[in-house]
């Protein structure tokens, strides 16, 4: 089972979704954790922080499970 996670806009970056999550304290942190750790989006591992999230992706967090991003109404 997926977290759902809303976003107001078209699209949101991994880095900031990531902080959306609450997983992690500070931005600083998601960045080191992206750079040394990454995600898995959409099956995919990915390092890039401003890599681009749409409605609907999936993405996995090491230790804290997966996320699916829903755009708001």
Do not use: C
Not at 14 to 30: D, R
Not at 43 to 67: M, Q, T
């Amino acid at each position: 089972m997926h977290t759902t996670i809303e976003i107001n806009t078209d699209y949101i970056t991994l880095g900031q979704f990531v902080k959306l999550t609450n997983v992690l304290e500070s931005g600083g942190m998601v960045k080191t954790y992206l750079q040394d750790v990454g995600a898995v989006v959409n099956g995919v591992l990915e390092h890039r922080r401003g890599r681009k999230l749409y409605p609907n992706d999936v993405v996995e967090i090491e230790g804290a499970g997966s996320f699916v991003v829903v755009k708001k109404d």
